[in-house]
């Protein structure tokens, strides 16, 4: 499968935004290579690179929490993802909550 | 205000995803500098920051289609933004499109 997305832009990085694809909220922003996303598609379960740990892993693999794709789209410019997942267990974030995006601004918690 | 944001991991700038408060469509991701994430708080107006033309921008002061801020978000690691807007105008993107993701992966238009 061609890939039209622009990983050069961003030294082989592009940002891949989580969505649930029924509620549509979002759960998290990761960031893949070319073979993050195509094996993303591939496996049908969502890969990324770590950039801390510069290295290619499944979300859930540790956590058990695997994130199945529904659908993939690519934006305008080509140089950001959106897929839109269905969450297999019950959070996303490493610290327990549902969403990563628990902190409205100014009523962190 | 105090913005635990951590804008130096990525060069200064963090990923902001768009999101229509009320549907939850994704419209777009942008980047912002803590100079725009505060005139975005200040205004009440989304602002990024622009890495092709290194300034930073109003969304919508040339097409006019503006969002206003509902609510804004940090993940888990405070390192991106989710900021939930109405849409002041017609569409998001560039090419007409209501939404810059127009484009589902092996379908694209």
Known sequence: MKLSIDFKKNN???PAI??????????MIGYMTEQALK???EIGLVY???RSRQKLWMKGENSGNKLKVK??????????????????????CHTGNKTCFFNELGKEI
Chains 1, 2 share one sequence.
């Open 39 to 41: 094996k993303t598609i």
């Open 12 to 14: 082989g990085l592009v």
């Open 18 to 27: 989580v969505q649930d694809y029924k509620t549509g909220d979002i759960y």
């Open 71 to 92: 659908e993939i789209y690519s934006d305008c410019d080509k140089d950001s993802i959106l897929v839109k997942v269905e969450l297999i267990g019950n959070n996303i």
């Open 48 to 50: 990324f690179w770590s």
